[in-house]
């Protein structure tokens, strides 16, 4: 069990997870097996402009989760980075 319950993605299965979806591979659950992952925000289609809110990685079979931050098309917009040049 992760934090306040939630049981969550060992670190090597929610990096394995994260990368299939940067990639836009089909999401198999790393800990059952199964290809019952869902994802939110709904994958956007290639074409759009993605955008840089949290995404959810949840199987409905073993309930474990995982979540990150797409990374930015341009390192200097990302949330993680010191520098901001609008501010």
């Known amino acids: 069990m992760g934090r306040r319950g939630i049981k969550e993605f060992r ?3 929610a990096l394995a997870l994260v990368a299939a979806d940067r990639d836009r591979k089909p999401l198999v659950c790393p800990s059952c097996g199964t290809e019952s992952i869902t994802r939110s925000p709904k994958r956007p ?3 759009a402009t993605p955008e840089l809110a949290r995404i959810d990685l949840h199987c409905s079979k073993c309930g ?3 979540a990150y931050l797409p990374s930015a098309p ?3 917009r990302s949330p993680e980075s010191p520098y901001h040049p609008d501010d």
């Open 64 to 66: 474990r989760s995982a």
């Open 74 to 76: 341009d390192p200097s």
């Open 45 to 47: 289609s290639p074409s």
């Open 11 to 13: 670190a090597p299965e």
